[in-house]
């Protein structure tokens, strides 16, 4: 056999060998936002090599999945993994003749424990059926568990707690006293993975006025002052104002607050202070409003007296008209010896 047949018969078995096809890796999991990439090697002379996704279509070059070529090696390149990449990736070479060999390569992500737009503080009412929230997810799901002050919700021999299937907790008709540190806790068994977050549950209760006396007196025209006070509970601690006639009552000559608001003082009494003045107490659970009445007494002032003349066993008419308040009562008496008239008498 000569040289040219010894060539010819070689370029022959080469052509004619299968391509062998192997990939670096053949299973990986992966975390979500991971980046990862596989190797795809030849054994042979392809005439191209490509990539498919899980769902059977050849792979295109992007920004974030990248295919790369060299020789008889393709690098498929994913970068920041989501679930939707899970799957089987076929690495495919074909020859020459159109004959195709392909490896694959089985790619699973899941999701770490994730906890999403926790909120903490969170607050609630008191009274009210709440529910405290805690977003967590994870592939596969979560198991889910509450704690409160280091012992399992599912412990606590209180039926007004109970976790919910989306994994909130629930508390019905909260109280001050459930206010504090919880812990939502996630598990992944598949993995032994674990985290949690801690919440503070904050109870707003709503403000009730403790100290209000109901009635004042004071006199008018003397320069006398009055105090009112107004207490009032809640949490948080409520704001005070005090309102006359449908408007806030501001520091000024006229009034002075102190403590707080929880003290008016009302200066040089006049007349035109008697009525009610509103104590309103509040906070963000709510508001409670209570009410004062200032009595102001007037002394009496006489407003007409005339002197009149008559002639003797004649008749004459005195008239005496008097203002204050209460309504003055009215004594007529002689000067000139203080006898007292009653109705009826000469």
Do not use: H
């Not at 195709?100 to 926790?118: G, H, M, R, S």
């Amino acid at each position: 056999m000569n040289l040219l047949a010894i060539y010819l018969l070689g370029l022959f078995l080469r052509s004619g060998q299968a391509l062998q096809v192997s990939i670096s890796l053949s299973k990986v999991e992966v975390s979500v936002g991971v980046s990862k990439f596989f190797t795809c090697s030849v054994i042979g002379e392809p005439e191209s090599i490509d990539w498919y996704n899980p769902q059977g279509e050849k792979i295109i070059s992007s920004q974030r999945v990248v295919v790369q070529k060299e020789g008889v090696r393709s690098r498929l390149t994913i970068y920041n993994a989501n679930v939707e990449d899970a799957g089987i990736y076929r690495c495919q070479a074909t020859d020459s003749r159109g004959l195709t060999q392909e490896a694959t390569v089985v790619l699973e992500i899941y999701q770490k424990l994730t906890f999403q737009d926790i909120v903490s503080p969170q607050e609630f009412i008191q009274g009210e059926d709440v529910q405290v929230i805690c977003r967590v997810t994870s592939s596969p799901a979560p198991i889910v568990s509450w704690l409160y002050q280091n012992e399992e919700i599912s412990n606590i021999a209180d039926n007004r707690f109970a976790m919910l299937p989306n994994n909130n907790l629930q508390i019905l008709k909260i109280n001050k006293s459930d206010e504090g540190l919880y812990r939502c806790e996630g598990r992944v068994e598949a993995r032994g993975e674990i985290d949690f977050r801690d919440i503070i549950v904050l109870v707003n209760v709503p403000p009730i006025i403790t100290l209000l006396q109901k009635s004042f007196n004071a006199t008018a025209d003397r320069g006398e002052a009055i105090t009112l006070f107004c207490k009032a509970v809640g949490s948080p601690e409520p704001e005070i104002n005090w309102y006359r006639k449908g408007k806030r009552i501001e520091e000024n000559d006229k009034y002075v607050l102190r403590g707080s608001n929880t003290e008016l003082t009302v200066r040089d009494i006049k007349n035109i202070d008697a009525g009610p003045y509103i104590c309103e107490a509040r906070n963000k659970a709510g508001k409670m409003t209570n009410q004062t009445y200032l009595q102001v007494f007037v002394q009496p002032q006489i407003m007409q007296l005339r002197n009149e003349t008559t002639f003797e066993n004649g008749q004459a008419t005195l008239i005496c008209e008097a203002e204050g308040e209460p309504v003055p009562e009215i004594t007529w008496k002689r000067a000139i010896d203080g006898i007292t008239f009653s109705e009826g008498d000469k």
